[in-house]
């Protein structure tokens, strides 16, 4: 079955620091990866869809220049949280949707970030 | 707009016992599609169950069955069979036609119990 791949599973930075989260898709290409934001016993809540050579449109409330996202690669998307704070700190996951017809999404094991 | 409501924060079930989680949905798009993910503690995302708004028939893996009643707009998912290991948090959510982006409830957790 189709892969998605997460670095780091989990990060503890210092406040003021930037911290570079890489979404990989294993076995297939996909042309649109998505990166959600989750609190504890919350839901998922998108932050922005990205597609293979384009920038990324991101949800309403994202700050753009503080969750810089590049999708260089159909393998490849990277979320960048800059100059990240304490309440930054989250459970990232990034999905992936293969290029085609198929209506699945392919979820990462997600990244837990911890600011102090 | 598209929304998807998940009125059970939590339910517990007896360990062989059957379950269903109830999720509801609104959309005015023609074409949606509907999934069930698991996430346990370890917070991977796993899918369950699909079903695309003009299947006839409803959908069905294993223990996992989806309820799809299109006119009540209602996608409940139905386990058969409870194990100790279906134990974690339970998402419904809804593919729209806008750049396949999926719309997450607010989940329910499952408890299995012995």
């Known amino acids: 079955g189709a892969v998605v791949s997460q670095h780091p599973s989990w990060v503890i930075c210092k406040s003021g620091t930037s911290v570079k989260i890489e979404c990989r898709s294993l076995?297939?290409?996909?042309?649109?990866m998505f990166w959600y934001r989750q609190f504890p016993k919350q839901s998922l809540m998108l932050m922005a869809t990205s597609n293979e050579g384009s920038k990324a449109t991101y949800e309403q409330g994202v700050e753009k220049d503080k969750f810089l996202i590049n999708h260089a690669s159909l393998t490849l998307s990277t979320l960048t949280v800059t100059s990240a704070h304490p309440e930054d700190s989250s459970f990232y996951i990034c999905?992936?949707?293969?290029?085609?017809?198929?209506?699945?999404?392919?979820f990462g094991p997600g990244t837990r970030l911890t600011v102090t | 707009a598209q929304k998807i409501t998940q009125t059970q924060p939590g339910m517990f079930v007896q360990e062989k016992e059957a379950v269903t989680l109830d999720c509801t949905y609104d959309?005015?798009?023609?074409?949606?599609?509907l999934f069930w993910y698991k996430q346990p503690s370890s917070g991977e995302m796993i899918f369950l169950i699909y079903?695309?708004?003009?299947?006839?028939q409803n959908a069905t893996e294993g223990r996992y069955s989806l309820n799809f009643q299109k006119a009540r707009k209602s996608a409940n998912l139905v386990i058969s069979a409870s194990q100790l290991g279906d134990s974690a948090m339970y998402f419904c959510a809804m593919r729209g036609s806008t750049l396949g982006r999926l719309y997450f409830g607010r989940g329910t957790q499952l408890t299995v119990w012995p």
């Open positions: 079903q695309g708004s003009y299947d006839q």
């Open positions: 959309t005015s798009d023609p074409s949606y599609g």
């Open positions: 076995d297939f290409q996909a042309t649109t």
């Open positions: 999905s992936a949707r293969e290029q085609g017809l198929t209506y699945e999404q392919y």
